[in-house]
């Protein structure tokens, strides 16, 4: 008997029809859908119309899951793979069974779709030629400012989810380690109905952010501009580098 597919199916972040046309499909047409929560997931399969048998696959049971998804597969049933909102795997559990799956010769197929990552970067207005997806960043207060610090210097856009309760703080952190000019974004609640974009310096968004006209309530994802001389710098280091090495192959003059 041939080995079944693994689904990895994006599904919406908020707005209902954001859901594509394929996903519909492969949610209906499988034997089984691994879901992070069923109570953030049924509601959505209900509404499709769709009763396929529910397994909860999350960070906590995935390694003890793992084998029993996989012998599903290896006897031929297809198994679709969803997070509670957008794309599996980014900043939700999974790599652990898609890695599996391939090493037994099994078949992942994405179903892409929705993401906040991508829908925050698309209406930033910052650079995307090159970006950073750093999910979310520690809760204790000595940790995250560590880790702001060293993100500060990078010439790439950085991009962060973060919690409604950690917001302030997170941004207060970022303008003591990246500056209050540095630009930035900050989407709460995408494609929901209270969504709402925020784009200016850092320390104009943490006002906003202190003053409530940013409010503390929902989901947050924050878009952070890269270091401004980070391009001029580089240059400059490269050839510091090609000088380094090739004094270590030539005699002086």
């Known amino acids: ?102 090493a037994e010769g099994i078949a992942v197929i994405p ?25 979310f960043l520690p809760a204790k207060a000595g940790a995250r400012r560590r880790a702001l610090a060293e993100l500060a210097p990078l010439g790439e856009t950085q991009v962060f989810f973060e919690a409604p309760h950690r917001i302030v703080a997170m941004l207060e952190d970022a303008v003591a380690t990246f500056g ?4 930035a974004y900050v989407g709460r609640e995408l494609t929901k109905r209270f969504e709402s974009h925020y784009r200016g310096s850092l320390g104009t968004l943490l006002a906003a952010a202190m003053e409530e006209a940013l409010p503390a309530r929902g989901e947050f994802v924050v878009v952070l501009a890269g270091a401004p001389d980070a391009a001029a710098a580089a240059p400059a280091l490269q050839e510091e580098q090609v000088l380094r090495l090739l004094l270590e192959e030539l005699p002086p003059a």
């Open 111 to 135: 179903v892409p779709g929705a993401s906040a990552v991508m829908a925050a970067l698309s209406v930033a207005g910052l650079p995307t030629d090159r970006f950073t997806f750093r999910g």
């Open 180 to 183: 209050s000019a540095r630009e």
């Open 1 to 102: 008997m041939a080995a079944g597919t693994l689904f990895v199916v994006a599904t919406p972040i908020g707005h209902l029809g954001d859901l594509t046309e394929r996903a519909r499909a492969v949610l209906g047409a499988v034997s089984l859908i691994a879901v992070e929560d069923s109570r953030r997931t049924a509601p959505l399969l209900a509404s499709l119309g769709v009763s396929v048998p529910l397994v909860a696959y999350h960070e906590h049971n995935g390694e003890a899951r793992t084998p029993q998804l996989l012998a599903r597969l290896l006897a031929g049933d297809d198994i679709a793979l969803v997070s509670d909102a957008g794309t599996p795997l980014i900043a939700d559990p999974g790599y652990r069974l898609v890695r599996e799956a391939r």
